[in-house]
C-alpha cells in the first residue's frame, strides 16, 4: 500500500497543476487536474500525444459526475452503479466546468471511476478530477508496472507512485452515451453482452473494424498506430497447428536473413517452437492473463532488440475482441491469415 507521505505530495502536485503517474486497475494512468487547461496541456506535452486527443477524467465519486457534464441518462446511471469503480469509461456531453485542453477540443468528456485504492485517494485527495492517459510515451505500450512508466518518463515528470503491477493490464470499455443508441468506441475488460445484460442494445462504433479501409473510428485516440513494440509485429491467424507450422517456417527465414526474431505463444503452445526467443503471454483457458502481460510483453522484445515479432491470434469473443483490437494495433493491422 502506497504510504501516506507519498499521497500528500503527489495530491500537492496535481493541485499545483503539475503531473503524477499512478497505478489504476488497468494501466498505469499520468494524471494532472483535469479542471485546470494549463495542467492538461503538461499531459500532451510529457507524453507527445497528438492535441485532438482527448483525455478520460477519472473521478472517485458518483455525485461529482454530475458537475462535469451537460446531463446523464438513466442507462449510463445503470452501467454506473453495476460496474463503477472498474474498467468503464462512459462520454457524456459536457458542460463549461471541463476545459477544451482537457477533452482535444470536443464538446463531450469520458469518465470514468477507477478501482484502485492508490488512484481513489488521490483523485479524492486532489481536486478530484483527475485527466489521465496512460503513462506512456504516445504510440508506445501502455505500462502495467511502474518501472514501464520509469522507462519512457524518467526525467519528464516529478512523480511517479508505485502500486506493484496493475490487475487487468489492458485499458477500459468506452462507451458513447451521446449517441442515439449507447455506442462502444473501444472494446475493454468489459465485453458487449456484460453491458447489454443492463442496458439492452449497444453498438460496435462500425469504425473499429479494419485497418485503413475500416472507416474512420469515432475515438479520436483510436486512429493512430498504438501499443506498439518497436520492432516489426506480424499476427498468424488461422488453426493453431497450422499457425505453428508457418511461424516456425517464418523464424526460419528470419534467421537466414540475419534477423532476430521474437514469438509470442501462449502456455498451451510455447513448447512448440524449437527457434527464435519464444515468451507465453497467458493461458488460453483465461484470456485475462493474456490482457494482463500483452504489454509487457512486447515491452521485453524492445528491450531485446528483437527485429521481428511473430504472434499467435486470438477469437475475437468475449474479452478476446479487445485483446484483437490491441494486438491489431500493435501490428499496425499487418495480419498473415494461414
Ligand atoms: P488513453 O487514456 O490514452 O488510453 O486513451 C483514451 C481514449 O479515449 C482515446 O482513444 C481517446 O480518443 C478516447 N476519448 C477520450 N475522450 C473522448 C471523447 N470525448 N470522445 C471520444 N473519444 C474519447
Ligand atoms: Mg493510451
Given amino acids: 500500500m502506497q504510504q501516506k507521505a507519498d499521497l500528500t505530495e503527489a495530491s500537492s502536485i496535481i493541485r499545483s497543476g503539475g503531473l503524477v503517474a499512478f497505478p489504476t486497475e488497468t494501466v498505469y494512468g499520468l494524471g494532472a487536474d483535469a479542471l485546470n ?70 464538446d463531450t468528456v469520458a469518465v470514468r471511476m477507477p478501482n484502485h485504492p492508490v488512484a481513489l485517494a488521490l483523485i479524492a485527495e486532489s481536486t478530484g478530477y483527475i485527466a489521465a492517459p496512460s503513462a506512456n510515451m504516445s504510440g508506445r505500450p501502455s505500462p502495467t508496472q511502474a518501472f514501464h512508466v520509469k522507462e519512457d518518463m524518467e526525467g519528464r515528470i516529478p512523480m511517479i507512485l508505485d502500486g506493484g503491477p496493475v490487475g487487468i493490464g489492458i485499458e477500459s470499455t468506452i462507451v458513447d452515451f451521446t449517441e442515439d443508441i449507447p455506442m462502444i468506441l473501444r472494446p475493454g475488460y468489459i465485453t458487449k453482452a456484460q453491458l447489454e ?22 475515438a479520436p485516440g483510436m486512429k ?44 498451451e503452445t510455447c513448447r512448440c517452437y524449437p527457434a527464435g526467443i519464444v515468451k507465453s503471454v497467458g493461458t488460453r483457458v483465461h484470456e485475462e492473463t493474456v490482457a494482463k502481460h500483452l504489454y509487457g510483453i512486447l515491452r521485453e522484445f524492445d528491450a531485446l532488440n528483437v527485429d521481428i515479432i511473430y504472434s499467435e491470434s486470438f477469437s475475437e469473443e468475449g474479452i478476446g475482441q479487445a485483446l484483437m483490437n490491441r494486438m491489431l494495433k500493435a501490428a499496425g493491422h499487418h495480419v498473415l491469415e494461414v
Avoid: C
Avoid at 446523464?72 to 469509461?89: H, M, N, V
Avoid at 509485429?233 to 497447428?241: A, T
Avoid at 517456417?249 to 509470442?264: F, P, T
Fill in 37 to 106: 487547461p494549463k495542467a492538461s496541456k503538461r499531459i500532451y506535452e510529457a507524453k507527445g500525444r497528438p492535441s485532438d486527443n482527448p483525455l478520460i477524467v477519472h473521478i472517485a465519486r458518483l455525485s461529482d459526475l454530475e458537475a462535469i457534464t451537460a446531463g446523464i441518462s438513466d442507462k449510463a446511471l445503470l452501467l454506473a452503479e453495476r460496474f463503477w469503480p472498474g474498467p468503464l469509461t462512459m462520454i457524456f456531453q459536457k458542460n463549461d466546468t471541463v476545459p477544451l485542453e482537457t477533452t482535444g477540443g470536443l
Fill in 197 to 218: 445484460e443492463v442496458i439492452g442494445e449497444i453498438r460496435m462504433d462500425p469504425g473499429l473494424s479494419g485497418g485503413e479501409r475500416g472507416g474512420r473510428p469515432k
Fill in 224 to 267: 493512430y498506430r498504438h501499443y506498439a513494440p518497436r520492432a516489426e509485429m506480424i499476427l498468424v491467424k488461422g488453426r493453431q497447428e497450422t499457425v505453428i507450422v508457418r511461424i516456425n517456417e517464418l523464424v526460419q527465414e528470419a534467421a537466414s536473413e540475419g534477423k532476430k526474431a521474437g514469438i509470442i505463444a501462449t502456455d
